[in-house]
């Protein structure tokens, strides 16, 4: 299958300005730049990324608890709420979640239902054949399972029910109980979350983990150039950026600087492409 490269998309990407403690282009205005300017396909590969948001609103409409609902997923709110009445077009592990909680039949009991509707999406998200996006979900979901993991161990605290999904990590960490949980030969970055779990700094830590997800988002896109690939990077550092100017004004400046640098100078640009300072 022929992958669509988007020269002018990649490219002509504005700058991101700061101003006030707070990005001027984030990732709503990005979203709504690829609306428009990907393939249908690869704006479907892209809505990947935003369901978390979906899975926060499906269970508090389930639930109806009236948390707030987001606005920032596949699904508007008032069409999940008709869909969850009678699911029709949603995700099928979504469908799947709506039926065992409607009929009371839990597919993972032992789960509460956040990590049981987790387990669900992680399981349909590491069978998609997206390259890039398999082995992002798979490395976020090894990170999680082991800082999890790790903060119970240093609390004293369960968590054998606590570990989401059923990949071969998962299972791993769930039986062992050594230093690096067994993963050694299973999962290159155990030694790195490791030290940075040592941290007794909690924003030393976070951003920490946050640099480790930056590089291997890089790692993952070594050979790619001008593909939707890299836009799903660019959007997930965005996400970053993004948490970071809401905690840390200096820190998430100079992840946006470190960003715009990389997009500007890591690719070697055919003449007619050349990348602008901000200005369409």
Known sequence: MIRQNYYYLVAGLPDLSVEQGKLQYGTTEFREELKTGLSSSDY????LLFLSSDNHNLLSLLRKDNKPLLADGVYLPEFLAGEIKEPVTLKPYMKLFIE????????????????????LWYDELLTVKNDFLREWFTFELNLK??????????NGLPYEHQIVGSNVVADIIRRSNARDLGLSAEWPWIEKVLAIA??????????AIDLLRWNTLDEL??????????LMAYYLKLGMIERWLRLDFATGEKLFRRLLGELQNSYEFPNEFSVRDGKK
């Open 44 to 47: 479907r590969l892209m809505e």
């Open 100 to 119: 065992s909680y409607r009929a009371e039949t839990r597919l993972y009991p032992n789960l509460s239902e956040e990590n049981e509707l987790s387990t």
């Open 145 to 154: 399972n082991v800082l999890l993991v790790l903060s119970a161990r240093k």
């Open 198 to 207: 040592e941290s007794e700094d909690i924003i030393t830590r976070e951003k």
């Open 221 to 230: 896109n070594t050979f790619n150039y001008f593909t939707v690939e890299v």
